[in-house]
């Protein structure tokens, strides 16, 4: 069972190689959230007995009225990132559309096929999803009024199973608020993956993912390290800016940060930006 600890960082220079499984492949990608959970005090969802948990390592602005915040959920078998949205079909029904985003997900039942069919929600939410064939794009757009494009081009490329038919591009809250998430795309031996490169918001704020391997020569690092974040950084562009597309970023002062180490299967530590490490066991 996962459990975690903090405490002070007392060694000075240390160089983690940290991993965030949200940004890797399908061995390493936990499902899809569900749609609501139940959760005991000890953060125990009561319908499935799977462990849930969430943390947020960085923030910049003020999240929710225009900043940013990077915060993960641990979903029972691994930690998923909230501004990682996706779209796949449900296993062994293709008519079935789960779109996760945030913290929860939303199933949709296609009628027809893609691109002329129909899609309705499951719970009757009052969302809706629709797929632009000309675009390759799915919009949902949440009860609130919150759109969401995500890219049917990135499909397979982030998680081969848990983002089978699009990854999420860009959100427009109901108030005009736009946030853009960029990814890297590299191909190695005829094999493509995406991974979170940057999210910018029309607010002035950037989050920026540094990786282990900007450069994998083989299928091996593409799947494993090219995936693996080492540290996430939030940042005002009008004060410092970096490409949305850049691999590394330069910056003219210290903004808050967090790093991560681990395997290609869960974190083990995080270092948040006041120095104290969080231990995941």
Not at 50 to 60: E, G, N, P, R
Not at 75 to 96: A, F, H, Q, V
């Amino acid at each position: 069972m996962l459990s975690a600890r903090t405490f002070r960082r007392i060694a000075v220079g240390l160089a983690p190689a940290a991993f965030f499984a949200a940004s890797a492949h399908a061995q390493s990608t936990p499902e899809p959230l569900l749609a609501q959970v139940q959760g005991d005090a000890n953060g125990v969802d009561l319908a499935t007995g799977a462990l849930t948990m969430s943390a947020s390592d960085v923030a910049i602005g003020q999240p929710g009225a225009g900043g940013l915040s990077y915060t993960r959920v641990y979903s029972g078998t691994g930690w998923r990132g909230k501004m990682l949205g996706t779209i796949c079909t449900e296993s062994g029904d293709p008519s079935k559309y789960i779109v996760s985003m945030v913290a929860s997900s939303e199933t949709f039942t296609l009628t027809g096929s893609l691109g002329t069919g129909t899609f309705a929600s499951d719970i009757n939410s009052g969302a809706s999803l629709t797929y632009t064939s000309a675009n390759q794009e799915f919009t949902y757009t949440s009860g609130d009024g919150t759109a969401a494009v995500f890219d049917a081009t990135l499909a397979g490329k982030i998680d081969p199973a848990n983002a089978n038919e699009g990854v999420l591009v860009r959100t427009t809250a109901p108030n005009g608020a736009v946030t853009d998430y960029t990814y890297n795309e590299a191909t190695v031996s005829s094999t493509t993956r995406a991974r979170l490169q940057s999210v910018t918001n029309s607010f002035g704020y950037q989050m920026h993912m540094n990786y282990a391997d900007d450069s994998p020569a083989n299928t091996t690092e593409l799947n494993g390290n090219w995936l693996r974040v080492t540290k996430v950084t939030g940042f005002n562009r009008t004060v410092d800016y970096c490409a949305a597309t850049a691999n590394t970023c330069s910056y003219s002062q210290s903004w808050p940060d967090a790093s991560y180490t681990g395997t290609n299967s869960q974190i083990a530590t995080v270092t948040d930006p006041i120095g104290r490490v969080t231990t995941y066991t």
